[in-house]
Every structure is written in C-alpha cells, then in structure tokens.
C-alpha cells in the first residue's frame, strides 16, 4: 500500500517540477531561492553540530584535570559518553519535532494535495 | 633519553604509528558512514523534505565514530614526551599504543561501514514504510556500538602504560 502511494507521489512530484520548468523562461518568472527552513530548524542543527564538535573533547579536557585528578582513562569515558548523550539528545528532538509538525500541519488541512499525502502517511505509522 | 633494551630508539615510533592509525582509519570509516547516509538523505529529501531531521542521525553516528578516534590519539598523545625531557618509553608502551589505535581506529572502520550501508539503505527505506524509523536505529545503534567496543578496549588498555 505505501509502495503504490509513494508511486503516485513521485508522479504528481514530477508533473509540478515540469511545469515550474518550462514556465520561468515563458513569463520571466522569479525563481524562489529564499530557504524552505525554517529558521528555529537551522539553529538547531547549528547548536547539535556545535555541541558535537565542542563538547566531548572539551569535556575531556575540563574533567581530565578538576574532575579526574589526572585519571586520563576515566576522562576519555567521559568524553565518550558526552558524544552518545548529544546523538541520544539529537534523537529526541528529531521526534519532537516530527510529532510538532503532525500537530501543526493537521489544522490547515486544505493546503493541497502535498500536504495531504504527507499526513496520509504519517497516518500511516 | 636512555637508549636500553626496554626501551629502544624505536619504540615511539611504533607509539606514533598508533595514535596515526587511530585517527586515519578512524576517519575513514566516518567519512565513509557519512558519505552514504549523505547520498541516501540526498535521495530521500528530494521527495520527503521534511524527514531531513530524523534521517540525519547516521550522519551524528559517524561523527561519533570520528570522536572516539579523536579521544584516543588525545589520551595516546598525552602519554609520549621528547627524549630531551628523560623520561623512557618504553618499547612495552609503544606496542601498547599501537594496540590501542589500531583497535578503536579498525572498529571505527567497520562501524562507519556498517551505519554508511545502514544509513543509505534505511532513509530510503524509511521514505516508504516510515515503521521502519525505529528498526533502523536500533541497527544504527548496534553497528555503533562497535566502535564503542574499540574504544573501551583501547581505555583498558591505555591504562596499564602507568604501571
């Protein structure tokens, strides 16, 4: 059943990018470059990205000293599970942030049929 | 520094050649995990923009593969010092090293090779069957954990240098 809709999707995808094609050079129209992302989504990847870089190595070398007294191998632990707690934090936002989307997308149910296929198949799960 | 039998004139660079290899295979297998998942979320997001969030997570995991190297060359570096300060190193630490990055860099490989396949293959699959979301990471996780288990065996073994 999902097969057959994405299928249907694909299509319809399709269709919409001929016609935005072949229209510009017709009428002179503008193309849209303005970013599709909101921006709240673009400082969260921002803050994870930061996080990833800065706070296991980081945490390292604050614990490896005030923490750990010198015990480098206990430190390094550290820095390890520093690393997994910002993918275990990364997870959960990602799902708030689908079921987020599922809550704001249901009032404005008369967007189009893109909308509807996406809440179809978050129906779907 | 002391040239003995213990500690020959060769032996940091057997240390050496550990904390390289911790980073360069390391990274290999990151980049080779991200490069797929990349590709897969490249096809993915072309017709379902807003799965870009969770289908980003084999991109986290092969940055964490990359950290685990990172915090064993770290730990590795720590340990040498230049023969002018007169400390002996010992030919047991060098091979010790060598172990340590060989083993957290090898496994990164093949956790990075394991979440790249996983993470092509999984997106695109997600884009279909979204049921699939939590097998997905759990097999992200599991091919991860691998890594985890290079880098606990090179913290073990890390620690007997001080002896």
Same mark, same amino acid.
């Given at each position: 059943m999902a097969t057959r809709r994405i299928a249907a999707q694909e299509k319809s995808l399709l269709n919409k990018d001929d016609h935005t094609v072949a229209r510009p050079s017709a009428s002179g129209q503008k193309s849209n470059t303005s970013p599709a992302v909101p921006l709240a989504v673009i400082v969260k990847l921002l803050a994870f990205t930061f996080a990833m *870089?800065?706070?296991?190595?980081?945490?390292? @070398?604050?614990?490896?000293?005030?923490? @750990?007294?010198?015990?480098?191998?206990?430190?390094?632990?550290?820095?390890?599970?520093?690393?997994?707690?910002?993918?275990?934090?990364? *997870?959960?936002?990602?799902?708030?942030e689908d079921q987020s989307d599922e809550t704001d997308s249901s009032p404005p149910s008369a967007d189009g049929s893109a909308a509807a296929a996406i809440k179809e198949g978050k129906k779907d799960r | 520094m002391a040239e003995s039998e213990l500690s020959p004139k060769f032996a940091p660079f057997i240390g050496m050649a550990g904390i390289a290899s911790a980073m360069i295979f390391g990274s290999i297998g990151a980049a080779y995990g991200t490069a797929k998942s990349g590709i897969g979320i490249a /096809?993915?997001?072309? =017709?379902?923009?807003?799965? $870009?969030?969770?289908?980003?997570?084999?991109? $986290?995991? !092969?940055?964490?593969?990359?950290?685990?190297?990172?915090? $064993? !060359?770290?730990? $590795?570096?720590?340990?040498?010092?230049?023969?002018?300060? /007169?400390?002996?190193? !010992?030919? =047991?630490?060098? =091979?010790?090293h060598l172990?340590? /990055?060989? !083993?957290?860099g090898l496994t990164g490989l093949a956790a990075g090779y394991c979440i790249g396949i996983v993470g092509d293959k999984g997106v695109r699959a997600y884009m279909l069957q979204s049921r699939i979301f939590v097998g997905m990471v759990l097999i992200l996780i599991f091919g991860e954990v691998l890594g985890l288990y290079g880098l606990i065996v090179a913290l073990i073994l890390n620690t007997k240098s001080k002896g």
């Open positions: *870089i800065v706070l296991p190595i980081g945490s390292y @070398f604050v614990s490896v000293d005030n923490l @750990f007294k010198g015990n480098s191998t206990y430190a390094g632990a550290l820095a390890a599970v520093m690393a997994n707690a910002v993918l275990i934090g990364y *997870i959960i936002v990602a799902m708030a | /096809g993915v997001a072309t =017709f379902r923009p807003d799965l $870009i969030m969770k289908c980003l997570i084999p991109v $986290i995991m !092969s940055g964490i593969i990359a950290v685990y190297s990172l915090v $064993i !060359s770290v730990l $590795i570096a720590q340990d040498l010092a230049p023969p002018s300060t /007169g400390k002996h190193y !010992s030919l =047991f630490t060098g =091979f010790m172990a340590c /990055g060989l !083993s957290v």
